[in-house]
T-cell receptor, first 116, second 114 residues
Framework: DAGVTQSPTHLIKTRGQHVTLRCSPI?????VSWYQQVLGQGPQFIFQYYEKEERGRGNFPDRFSARQFPNYSSELNVNALLLGDSALYLC???????????????FGEGSRLTVL | DQQVKQNSPSLSVQEGRISILNCDYT??????FLWYKKYPAEGPTFLISISSIKDKNEDGRFTVFLNKSAKHLSLHIVPSQPGDSAVYFCAASARGGGADGLTFGKGTHLIIQP
C-alpha cells in the first residue's frame, strides 16, 4: 500500500508569492494534518482536517489555509510568503481524528519550501 | 515556551548496548505520548506510543516508560543496532490529539557506533 504522498518535494519561491502544497493520505485514512518543521526544530502543528472539515488549528497566521477534498486529499496554501516560511512542510494522515484508539499519525516525506 | 523538551541534542551509543532517550513535558493536560524516528530526507516514522493510564509499553526492542509525577518519559532501545541511527522526536497530545495536534520536542540525534 502507498504511504502518504506529498508534492512537490522541493520548491523555491520569492517573498510575497503564494504556494500550494498537496497531500494524498494513506488509503482508508480520513484525517489529514499539516505540520511545519523549521531547521533544528520539531514539527509544529498547523491544521487538522477530517471529513473535509477543519478540526484543529495551530498558532499560525491567516496567511496559512488548507482544505480537504471528497477523496480525502488535501492542499495547504500559504499567501504572501515570508523568508521565515522556509521550512519542511509535512503532511500526516490518520484513520480518525483522535489518536490511540484509531491509529497513529503517519507522515509523508514532506515538501521543502525555500523562500528567497 | 517549550511544552515538550528533549534536552540532549545528540547521543552516541555503542552497537549492542542500550540507548536511552529522554523527554520532559510541562503541560499536565497531555494524556498521550509518542516517539517518532526520522532519517534524513524522510518524514517521521511512528515508533511507539503510551497512554497516560499506563507507565510502560513494549514493542520488540523498544520500550517507553512514563513517569507522570515527574512529567518525564523515556525510550529504551535494546540492543541498539546501526539502523537505529536517526533523529528521535518525542511528541505529546491532549484530548487525543485532535484539535491541538501533536506537540513535538526538538529531537535527539542518536548515533550508534560500531
Amino acid at each position: 500500500d502507498a504511504g502518504v504522498t506529498q508534492s512537490p518535494t522541493h520548491l523555491i519561491k520569492t517573498r510575497g508569492q503564494h504556494v500550494t502544497l498537496r497531500c494524498s493520505p494513506i488509503s482508508g485514512h480520513k484525517s489529514v494534518s499539516w505540520y511545519q518543521q523549521v531547521l533544528g526544530q520539531g514539527p509544529q502543528f498547523i491544521f487538522q482536517y477530517y471529513e473535509k472539515e477543519e478540526r484543529g488549528r495551530g498558532n499560525f497566521p491567516d496567511r496559512f489555509s488548507a482544505r480537504q477534498f471528497p477523496n480525502y486529499s488535501s492542499e495547504l496554501n500559504v499567501n504572501a510568503l515570508l523568508l521565515g516560511d522556509s521550512a519542511l512542510y509535512l503532511c500526516a494522515s490518520s484513520q480518525g481524528v483522535l489518536l490511540g484508539g484509531v491509529g497513529e499519525l503517519f507522515f509523508g516525506e514532506g515538501s521543502r519550501l525555500t523562500v528567497l | 515556551d517549550q511544552q515538550v523538551k528533549q534536552n540532549s541534542p545528540s547521543l552516541s551509543v555503542q552497537e549492542g548496548r542500550i540507548s536511552i532517550l529522554n523527554c520532559d513535558y510541562t503541560n499536565s493536560m497531555f494524556d498521550y505520548f509518542l516517539w517518532y524516528k526520522k532519517y534524513p530526507a524522510e518524514g517521521p516514522t511512528f515508533l511507539i506510543s503510551i497512554s497516560s493510564i499506563k507507565d510502560k509499553n513494549e514493542d520488540g526492542r523498544f520500550t517507553v516508560f512514563l513517569n507522570k509525577s515527574a512529567k518525564h518519559l523515556s525510550l529504551h532501545i535494546v540492543p541498539s543496532q546501526p539502523g537505529d541511527s536517526a533523529v528521535y522526536f518525542c511528541a505529546a497530545s491532549a484530548r487525543g490529539g485532535g484539535a491541538d495536534g501533536l506537540t513535538f520536542g526538538k529531537g535527539t540525534h542518536l548515533i550508534i557506533q560500531p
